[in-house]
């Protein structure tokens, strides 16, 4: 999908609220993860991503294995990109500016009709910043949420209160043909 085809919502989620809470592919808060979502499709996946570079191979994997299982390997590629962007802008932003302790960066996968939602979740209370192409190949950072919005039908973030963000991604589960 083309930049301009991709659509983005800062600050909320892609549907009104009284919408969101009767759709069954979204992700489901918390304290639903891992029950089986109404429709018939998959639960969510959840994985708790360690700070690190295998942290980083974990997430990827994670998310390989899972659309794996739900029959989704020509989505892999894509979603791998997009996870490892969305996880790897949360522990380079939101981490470093987290309270003290452990910082929680939660990865989650929730399948509904016709589309994969990646969301990952972080301790920053900063908004993400899109920063449309320069047209500079060369630039070395800043590139990550271009190559989400490249990728995904939409995205977006929300806050998770008492402190924290969510940041999500959709993208088409229909093959190309």
């Known amino acids: 999908m083309s930049e301009a085809g991709a659509t983005s919502h800062p600050g909320g989620l892609p549907y009104p609220s009284w919408e969101a809470a009767r759709r069954t592919d979204l992700p489901l808060p918390p304290p639903y993860a891992g029950r089986p979502v109404l ?10 991503v360690a700070c690190d570079g295998e942290g980083f191979a974990r997430a990827r994997g994670f998310t390989r294995d899972t659309l794996r299982g739900w029959s989704l390997d020509h989505c892999g590629d894509d979603a791998v990109l997009v996870v490892t ?10 981490v470093p ?10 990865l989650g996968l929730a399948l509904g009709r016709a589309r994969l939602t990646l969301t990952v979740s972080d301790p920053g209370d900063n908004a993400p910043v899109f920063q449309p192409s320069d047209g500079c190949a060369l630039r070395e950072h800043g ?3 271009g190559i989400v919005d490249a990728l995904a039908e939409e995205w977006g973030w929300a806050p998770r209160p008492p402190a924290g963000k ?12």
């Open 143 to 145: 590139r990550g949420l």
């Open 39 to 48: 429709g018939g499709g998959p639960a969510p996946a959840v994985l708790h």
């Open 166 to 177: 969510t940041v999500w991604a959709t993208l088409s589960t229909r093959t190309l043909t």
């Open 97 to 106: 500016s987290a309270p003290a302790g452990a910082p929680e960066v939660r």
């Open 85 to 94: 962007e969305l996880v790897s802008n949360a522990v380079k932003h939101a």
